[in-house]
């Protein structure tokens, strides 16, 4: 017989993907971040990109160790983009061509307000020159009015038309190419008039001072709002410690002992630390000695200070208040924390909401468009419009330029009347205007500031929304699905009661009696409650835990078990003192064949009617009794139904537990009978979840599943699904939810599935996630509607549609301040968000 190699049998396993962060300089509009794009995605081994104008961040996805970061930072240098890996701790190596992003922004703050200062200045000597004879005759004088627009376009102006050119070379014209075309061909076709005044054309200097000045009042504005919408993040950073105090010899510990500092990245899992009142907590830790109390407001977003004695956990970037205490290192650098909330919010700044593609699908051949707009504009009036409407002209700038009898240039004055302008000249000045009025860069901040600004506010108030898709999903919510136990439930439950079933231990084949010298016969409350908790000492569940509780409150001896196996949603089972037991729900103990009677049924029936969950106790092959837990709603479960609801939103219950228990707690909160899923073990979550989603739709695998009844009920139209848990069982239903919200307390698995995790465990905090999602969404499509409006009504006022029948026409001075009042207005529409959100 011949063997088939074990290659064959093998299934390939998928290659790992790797992220790798650049941030990148030198991006001004939409046009530049889809030429970064362009770029990365072009390097081979890369998968996917995602760059981010707000943040100047590039996010690239490959297989594991096919990319080399830096061969992509030199490949974005190259073509001008200055570039540099992000490192581990997120800071920039010493040697590194770039600065951290932090203070390359500080500098660039700095050179645009000096820029802004020159170009103000130009601006106020070019407009004094209007005022006549009531200023020096030097301001008067076009020659002087040419060296201003000279000094104009070499200092202030200079970076824009080099970076103009440098798009222009790369192939990847942007913002600053149109604006540098536009501000050259005015000044040449001044400096033309200028030289050969016998063609009788305007000279118009103001016109490239007056749009450089306005342009780069813009771009200050503008940059100062993105910092306003950064700052919640920089505040993030901030927090991260970078001194811890080491304990040198923790077999001497105390609150007060000699420590050494030491940088925070170095401190090791298991090392002791020392905190004192006033620092910050350097890495997540339980602590060891002392007690104080903790301002967890970073994490929470509570002001309430918090006790902490030993055997708390502390976190790291918290604030210690009023104590000494030692601390036992128990996650570090990239693991802790507040490390994952940064992680999770600076990606959730590179995720673009759906809705931005089409403005990214625009803004890539923007550049090309306005272009070949203006040079179809140019065409039309130099060739046709001057000749169809003769006595149209265009108004010049400012500045009006009289002649002399001789012919020759003077000074300027507003006595004379303007010449009539040439076809030629009309035709460029409103070509000009179209390329200055367009502005990519108003579509490119549209979304990544508006989720700058609500991510940022979302982590100040421990909600950590993972990126704008996730926005625009939750702005579609019509459902929102709560598991119960853990979520609507404290998650603390108690033993309320435990009742044996008589004749347990009477069976003829003898299984029981390896018991009889620890339990005698007939089976107490007592006895019945120590066999469970003996089985439940090898599993972690809420319901372990309160019978485990209930036997130590009691000050009952646990036996010892052994070979213990848990089967999720079903039950557990252990052996002990020699005999099975087991633990579990009605499907449990019918999986091994475990007969229930009547009397069994109906009294477990009755408890689940009370709100109680029902543990089936099976000894040796009988049913042995039931244990009933009571797990309280949690205080805040009413008021988040309530507000859910009261926002148009379907709620509904999925539980694992009968249905009886299940709609006992339903009825608590007003809930209808037909939005209450029961009976769902955790394997079928995820598949109650898409039956809600594809409900309506023909060929949904009802038959499949074991609760079909349950889903036929409740499924009548298609729905976008939230889906609300805490538990590592919630996760397949968390995955397959259009949204999935965790809580903060769960486990890591639902956290890293979900795509919203709340930070305080407060429920009422999927209410407000929601709103926050739903109002900076909001934001993004009004960005985006601005962004297009600008566009769209501007460049047909710049090419002159109005100007035969209202005479009316946008200068290339007026383009240039629509055009900085666009992105202006965009950044700050979204710094809005904060402002109304701290008086709301």
């Not at 992509?72 to 190596?93: C, E, M, Y």
């Amino acid at each position: 017989m011949q063997l088939v190699p074990k290659t064959k049998l093998t299934p390939e396993i998928p290659p790992i993907p790797e992220k790798i962060i650049l941030d990148v300089g030198g991006m001004k509009c939409a046009a530049c971040v889809n030429a970064v794009e362009r770029q990365l995605s072009q390097y081979p081994g890369v998968k996917s990109v995602c760059v981010n104008l707000a943040t100047e961040v590039a996010v690239v996805e490959s297989e594991a160790g096919a990319v080399n970061p830096d061969s992509l930072a030199k490949r974005l240098t190259a073509v001008g983009f200055p570039t540099q890996p992000r490192t581990a701790s997120g800071i920039a190596d010493e040697t590194s061509a770039l600065q951290d992003p932090a203070e390359r922004q500080r500098q660039e703050m700095h050179s645009s307000l000096r820029q802004l200062v020159i170009a103000g200045i130009l601006l106020v000597l070019s407009g004094m020159g209007h005022f006549g004879s009531s200023v020096p005759p030097v301001l008067n004088n076009i020659w002087f009015h040419c060296g201003l627009a000279t000094v104009a376009l070499l200092i202030p102006g200079r970076p824009i038309l080099v970076d103009g050119w440098l798009g222009w070379r790369r192939n990847a014209p942007n913002m600053n190419t149109l604006i540098g075309l536009g501000t050259l061909t005015a000044y040449t076709a001044s400096l033309v008039a200028l030289l050969f005044p016998q063609m009788g054309w305007e000279c118009f200097f103001d016109e490239p001072v007056m749009m450089l000045g306005f342009i780069l009042l813009g771009r200050t504005l503008e940059r100062q709002a993105r910092g306003r919408a950064a700052a919640a993040f920089r505040q993030l950073l901030a927090l991260q410690p970078q001194v811890a105090r080491l304990i040198a010899n923790p077999e001497k510990v105390a609150a007060g002992s000699f420590s050494v500092e030491i940088p925070a990245k170095q401190v090791r899992v298991g090392e002791w630390l020392q905190v004192l009142p006033g620092d910050k907590i350097p890495v997540d830790g339980e602590v060891v000695a002392g007690q104080t109390t903790v301002d967890e407001s970073m994490l929470t977003g509570e002001a309430v200070p918090v006790i902490k004695q030993p055997g708390d956990m502390v976190t790291a970037g918290t604030l210690n208040q009023s104590g000494a205490i030692a601390i036992q290192t128990t996650r570090t650098g990239n693991d802790t924390t507040l490390a994952q909330i940064v992680a999770l919010v600076e990606a959730a700044q590179t995720r673009k909401a759906p809705v931005q593609k089409l403005a990214d699908r625009v803004a890539g051949y923007f550049t090309y468009g306005v272009l070949a707009a203006a040079i179809l504009t140019f065409t039309f009036w130099y060739f046709f419009g001057t000749h169809i409407w003769p006595d149209v002209t265009m108004p010049g700038g400012i500045e009006m330029l009289s002649h002399s009898a001789h012919g020759k240039h003077s000074t300027l004055s507003t006595d004379y009347a303007p010449l009539p302008l040439t076809a030629l000249l009309t035709s460029l000045k409103l070509a000009i205007a179209v390329m200055v009025v367009a502005c990519p860069c108003a579509l490119g901040l549209a979304t990544p500031t508006a989720i700058l600004v609500g991510t940022g506010m979302g982590a100040e108030r421990g909600l950590l929304i993972k990126g704008g898709d996730v926005l625009e999903r939750v702005h579609q919510l019509d459902t929102v699905v709560f598991d119960k136990t853990g979520t609507l439930t404290t998650g603390n439950p108690t033993v309320t009661d435990c009742l044996p079933i008589k004749g347990v231990g009477k069976d003829e084949s003898g299984e029981e009696e390896k018991l009889l010298s620890v339990f005698p016969l007939p089976l107490t409350s007592s006895a019945l409650l120590q066999l469970a908790a003996a089985v439940e000492s090898g599993t972690y569940h809420p319901l372990a835990k309160a019978i485990q509780q209930e036997a130590q409150q009691q000050k009952l001896s646990i036996p010892d078990a052994v070979d213990f196996h848990t089967e999720p949603g079903l039950g557990v089972s252990a052996v002990v003192k020699g005999t099975c037991v087991l633990l579990g729900n009605w499907d449990w103990l019918s999986w091994h064949g475990i007969p229930i009677n009547e009397t069994a049924q109906q009294v477990a029936q009755e408890l689940a009617v009370d709100g109680k969950t029902v543990v089936c106790v099976a000894v040796g092959g009988t049913l042995a009794g039931l244990i009933a837990v009571r797990d309280p709603l949690r205080p805040d479960a009413q008021a988040t139904v309530d507000e859910l609801r009261q926002m148009g939103l379907r709620v509904m219950l999925l539980s694992g537990d009968r249905l009886e228990a299940a709609s006992a707690i339903a009825k608590q909160l007003g809930l209808d009978s037909a939005d209450v899923i029961a009976g769902v073990p955790p394997a079928k979550k995820a598949a109650a979840i898409e039956a809600l989603q594809r409900a309506g739709k023909k060929g949904t695998p009802h038959s499949s599943l074991i609760y079909r009844d349950a889903i036929n009920r409740v499924s009548t139209q298609h729905s976008v699904v939230a889906m609300v848990g805490d538990g590592s069982n919630d996760a397949p239903a968390l995955s397959q939810a259009d949204v999935g919200i965790a809580l903060h307390s769960g486990t890591d698995v639902a956290i890293e599935t979900a795509e919203i995790v709340l930070m305080r465990d407060c429920l009422t905090d999927v209410v407000e996630s929601i709103q926050l999602s739903r109002a900076t969404f909001n934001k993004i499509r009004q960005n985006l509607f601005w962004a297009f409006a600008y566009n769209t009504i501007g460049i047909p006022l710049a090419a002159g549609v109005l100007l035969p029948s209202l005479g009316f026409v946008l200068s290339p001075s007026g383009a240039a301040a629509l055009m900085a009042f666009s992105s202006v207005s965009v950044v700050t529409n979204s710094v809005l968000l904060r402002l109304l959100a701290r008086h709301s």
